[in-house]
């Protein structure tokens, strides 16, 4: 099973702020199997990026997503009120897993 | 517009079972994948399995394999995940998702509202 580490685990940032979230995988991942999804309180998760780099339907260019290999980045590039949230990485290369999370929230 | 409506919440004792659908609208629902995800609290999602609602075939995780199954009918547009010989770690919110194909990658880009499952005695 391949095993997606997200760092940090919360992130205390003010809005207009950039965040800089990982996700490191136990083995390499090819990047059109990874995506990224924002979890809100009583929401279902909402997906932002697929195949590392590639933002979903409505998702606002200030969500970036990079990497190759066993490292891949979303970007923030400024905190907006409603993206305090807690973000998932995802893999498809083999079966599906899901990092732990990264919440980002209000310093 | 696309939308997943699951059923509601459930509270079961340990033992027993729990099937959960997910009926879904405003697209061809043979033409997409749907998965099954669920989210114990505090902790990531978890992905169970998920079925071609073309043909019914199911894919299950290995941690699952041999308690879920997952079906459809296709005449109501509707999907089922059942969970049997439930534990109290098994207490979560289950989700259906679509699975949108874009050459290799997949998309999981509409989620059912969550149904939450308590498992207590």
Redesign the interface.
């Known amino acids: 099973?391949i095993v997606l580490t997200q760092s940090p685990g919360t992130l205390s940032l003010s809005p207009g702020e950039r965040a800089t979230l990982s996700c490191r995988a136990s083995q390499s991942v090819?990047a059109?199997?990874l995506?990224w999804?924002q979890?809100k309180p009583g929401q279902?998760?909402?997906?932002l990026i697929?195949?590392a780099s590639?933002r979903?339907?409505g998702i606002p260019d200030r969500f970036s997503g990079s990497g190759s290999g066993t490292d891949f980045t979303l970007t923030i590039s400024r905190l907006e009120p409603e993206d305090f949230a807690v973000y998932?990485c995802?893999q498809?290369a083999s079966?599906?897993?899901?990092?732990?999370?990264t919440k980002v929230e209000i310093k | 517009q696309v939308q997943l409506v699951q059923s509601g919440a459930e509270v079961k004792k340990p033992g027993a079972s729990v099937k959960v659908s997910c009926t879904t609208s405003g697209y061809t629902f043979t033409a997409y994948y749907l998965?099954w995800?669920r989210?114990v609290p505090g902790?990531?999602?978890?992905?169970m399995g998920s079925i071609n609602t073309f043909s019914g075939d199911t894919k299950y995780?290995?941690k699952f394999q041999g308690r879920v199954t997952l079906t459809r009918d296709a005449s109501i547009n509707t999907a089922y995940m059942e969970l049997s010989r439930l534990r109290s770690d098994d207490t979560a919110v289950y989700?259906c998702?679509r699975r949108y194909q874009?050459?290799?990658?997949?998309?999981?880009?509409c989620?059912?509202?969550?149904t939450l499952v308590i498992v207590s005695s």
């Open positions: 099973e090819s059109s199997y995506a999804y979890k279902a998760p909402r997906l697929y195949g590639g979903a339907t998932y995802q498809h079966s599906v897993t899901f990092g732990g999370g | 998965e995800v989210q902790q990531g999602p978890e992905w995780a290995e989700y998702a874009l050459m290799s990658a997949w998309l999981f880009d989620w059912g509202q969550g």
